[in-house]
């Protein structure tokens, strides 16, 4: 099977991909953290952090060993899994600007769409990363079209990340709290005459930054970007995951009586990473570490939600990320001094992290747990983000649409088979793509520099290189075997066609 099976319709890729499942409607709460790389989950293996509440879902329900995001970034990652297309389908699915317009067509099928068309009640609640809106926006109107355009009937969300202006949280595409004397205006290129930014008033700064983070400076944090007024409505990073969690609680008490979706974007362990007070200095690793374990007690917050309700059993739960874990990412917050001094690896081994070509950048912890419907297990089936469209589709009974790249693989989900799962996927990071078949993975040659400013590794290596992380999972070594690599290139190069260009270079970094 080679990946020109894309071209197929999905109809004929459900046939090929699975068993005949039994039609289920239970609730699905998808958890996807921003930046957590496997290395920081205790059940995977780290000694340095724990994550009581992960591990306690890992512990009951199955731990996938090979489960990828498509990208090694947020924006392309969410897209495809909420639109079941790969990315680099998308010209524009690139880390995106936190006033950049909505990048998924609101005529496109999605996941949550699907979930609505079965009974769902759907949610997103936390990171969105995704746009909102046509062109210029006006932040102090309804913002149409947004996540709701798009599938979710309820949304409260971050527009694009915590470092990302602007610093406001936009429920049903209204910002929150917003003062009509008051208003917000937020710009990418310039700042506002007089408004504090990290070059104007580097004393307000109690975050300080060492790349990309020179604009508006917000709770002490410089953001990128700038944005003037809106004061009343601006968060505050020490109450955000309590914040959020409130809305998750409330969606989940409303809609208790009926099947909901609920995506619930954590914003941890993203910079800049500011915890409540409370988690400060509990993991012993610095602010990202506190940040890990926040997120990982907002999951117990969830799971303890779900049971008081009496909700466990009828309800999946799947917990990963949207791309590998980076320590040093633009501010001067210690994490990388810490984290080596503390012998934590945020990779678990693997090479490269976020924004790598490297299997650190996609590879990311994923792990279902639905009580007295999972079996415990570890899986080594390979499954992709981009599968839940058409798994939990093939799952509930929910019509996926045709032509998508999103593969149905319900007994891998649902830990009945282990093993097995998709055969192959185009792997991006900053616009930069790879192909994994089987356990071989090819890194085409890229030119440019092989790190960014903040010093993580891209995948930029001047050559084809072929890699196989069976025998090899640190990627130390690229294989020599040239006619498989030939093999791999020629089935890459008729997928992606010319997309693929050795001096590709969209490091917005650079
Ligand atoms: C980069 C930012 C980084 C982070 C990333 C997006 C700098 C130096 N780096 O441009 O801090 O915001 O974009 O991360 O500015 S993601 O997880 O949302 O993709
Ligand atoms: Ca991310």
Redesign the pocket.
């Known amino acids: 099977m080679r990946l020109n099976k894309y071209l197929l319709p999905l109809s004929s890729l459900a046939v090929l991909g699975c068993t005949n499942v039994q039609k289920q409607m239970p609730n699905i709460v998808l958890i996807v953290a921003?930046?957590l790389g496997l290395g920081d989950v205790s059940c995977y293996g780290s000694r340095t952090i724990l994550t009581p509440h992960i591990d306690s879902l890992a512990d009951a329900g199955v731990r996938f060993q090979n489960c990828y995001a498509t990208s090694a970034?947020?924006?392309p990652s969410r897209f495809a899994m909420f639109t079941g297309m790969y990315p680099w389908r998308n010209p524009d699915a690139k880390?995106l600007a936190g006033d950049a317009p909505l990048l998924i067509d609101p005529s496109m099928p999605t996941l949550p769409k699907m979930m609505q068309q079965q009974g769902y009640a759907t949610a997103a609640i936390g990171k969105w990363?995704l746009g909102m809106g046509y062109g210029k926006l006006d932040w102090n109107k309804e913002i149409v079209p947004s996540g709701n355009t798009v599938g979710f009937d309820y949304t409260n969300l971050i527009p694009?990340?915590v470092?990302?202006v602007p610093t406001v949280y936009v429920e049903n595409g209204m910002v929150e709290g917003l003062d009509p004397s008051d208003p917000l205006l937020v710009d990418y290129e310039k700042n506002f005459e007089g408004e504090p930014t990290a070059l104007t008033n580097p004393e307000l700064m109690t975050m300080p930054w060492l790349?990309?983070?020179q604009g508006t400076i917000v709770d002490g944090v410089p953001r990128?970007g700038y944005m003037k007024g809106g004061h009343s409505a601006r968060w505050n990073d020490k109450t955000m995951a309590d914040y959020f969690l409130s809305k998750v609680n409330s969606f989940i008490d409303s809609n208790k009586d009926n099947p909901f979706f609920l995506y619930y974007g954590l914003h941890e362990p993203?910079?800049p990473r500011v915890p409540a007070e409370r988690f400060s200095g509990v993991s012993g690793l610095g602010c990202r570490g506190d940040a890990v374990v926040e997120a990982d007690w907002c999951v117990g917050q969830v799971v303890e939600k779900l049971r008081s309700l009496d909700l466990l059993e009828n309800t999946m739960i799947i917990i990963t990320s949207?791309?590998g874990a980076v320590l040093q990412?633009?501010?001067d917050d210690s994490a990388e001094e810490i984290a080596i001094a503390a012998g934590h690896d945020p990779d678990n081994g693997l090479r490269g992290g976020?924004y790598s070509l490297y299997d650190g950048g996609t590879h990311i912890p994923f792990i279902v747990y639905w009580k007295g419907h999972i079996e415990p297990a570890v899986s080594e089936a390979y499954f992709c983000q981009m599968d839940l469209y058409a798994t939990l589709g093939e799952i509930t009974g929910g019509k996926v649409a045709e032509g998508l790249d999103s593969e149905s693989y319900p007994d891998v989900l649902l830990g009945k088979a282990l093993t097995g799962g998709r055969p192959s996927q185009i792997l991006e990071a900053q616009g930069r793509l790879a192909y994994r078949e089987g356990s071989y993975v090819l890194i085409p040659a890229y030119d440019g520099a092989n790190y960014n400013?903040?010093g993580n590794e891209l995948g930029c290596n001047g050559y084809d290189s072929l890699w196989d992380l069976k025998s090899d999972p640190a990627q130390t070594l690229p294989v020599e075997d040239k006619d498989r690599l030939e093999s791999m290139k020629a089935t890459f190069l008729s997928t992606v066609g010319s997309l693929y260009s050795s001096d590709t270079a969209v490091d917005?970094?650079e």
Do not use: E
Request: glycine share 8%.
């Open positions: 921003d930046d970034t947020s924006t880390i990363h694009a990340t470092d990302r790349h990309g983070h990128i993203h910079v949207d791309n990412d633009g501010y976020k400013s903040t917005p970094l």
